[in-house]
């Protein structure tokens, strides 16, 4: 079983940054596609940022170019690094992890394993 924690949720003012953290324990982190999911109230979970066990990064494309994923597998760490925040982006961000590889990786039924989230409120 992989556990799986997020930090690093705020309140912000549009325009600024964010880091978020997911810690991980209880597997081999290095085996484990990692992703990002967001849900805003009212709304379906949606896909954010995924970094695969090579490293390979995808973002949707609402982020793309303003957030950027990583992943340290020495210390079983991944990261969201959130800039130019706008109040669209507000939301509970989860962190995931899966086993499997390739396509499929934006589908939150992909992953075997979630966080508890954390509040990301950006306002204007």
């Known amino acids: 079983q992989v556990q799986l924690v997020e930090s690093g949720g705020g309140l912000v003012l549009t325009g600024a940054s964010l880091r978020l953290s997911c810690a991980a324990s209880?597997?081999?982190?290095?085996?484990?596609?990692m992703g990002w999911f967001r849900q805003a109230p009212g709304k379906e979970r949606e896909f954010v940022a995924y970094?695969?066990?090579?490293?390979?990064?995808n973002y949707a494309d609402s982020v793309k170019g303003r957030f950027t994923i990583s992943r340290d597998n020495a210390k079983n760490m991944a990261y969201l690094q959130m800039n130019s925040l706008k109040p669209e982006d507000t939301a509970v961000y989860y962190c995931a992890a899966r086993r499997s590889v390739g396509l499929g990786y934006a589908v939150s039924s992909e992953y075997a394993y979630w966080g508890q989230g954390t509040q990301v409120t950006v306002s204007s």
């Open positions: 209880g597997g081999t982190f290095s085996l484990y596609g």
């Open positions: 970094i695969g066990r090579s490293a390979y990064t």
